[in-house]
């Protein structure tokens, strides 16, 4: 089993940069295949990123060219870099891992991910 532990929310106006981070233990190559998601309200969380274990990436649409997500073995590590954001972009984050990748570069919460962190805030606001 693997946990996963995000930070890095916080509050930035529009036009900001946060950098959110999630540390998978005890070791990174355990979590597999990883993405970032946000919630919906009413609705399954959406996927923001994602990226397999050879550092291929995914992307949804709305954060295409604003946001990059990386993956760090030697830290154990998981990023979100997010420039440029929106007010929309406020969400609570959470990483998420599919440790047999089973749908790599999934952008859908799906029970391939079977595990989740416990989510970090990001609120973009003037």
């Known amino acids: 089993q693997v946990q996963l532990m995000e930070s890095g929310g916080g509050s930035v106006q529009p036009g900001g940069s946060l950098t959110l981070s999630c540390v998978a233990s005890?070791?990174?190559?355990?979590?597999?295949?990883m993405g970032w998601f946000r919630q919906v309200p009413n609705k399954q969380r959406q996927g923001v990123a994602a990226?397999?274990?050879?550092?291929?990436?995914n992307y949804a649409d709305s954060v295409k060219g604003r946001f990059t997500i990386s993956r760090d073995n030697a830290r154990n590590t998981l990023y979100l870099q997010m420039n440029s954001l929106k007010p929309e972009d406020t969400n609570i984050y959470y990483c998420?891992?599919?440790?047999?990748?089973?749908?790599?570069?999934?952008?859908?919460?799906?029970?391939?991910?079977?595990?989740w962190g416990q989510g970090t805030q990001v609120t973009v606001s003037s």
């Open positions: 998420a891992a599919d440790s047999g990748c089973r749908v790599p570069r999934s952008l859908i919460s799906g029970i391939w991910y079977e595990n």
């Open positions: 005890p070791n990174i190559k355990d979590a597999g295949c």
């Open positions: 990226i397999d274990t050879a550092g291929v990436t």
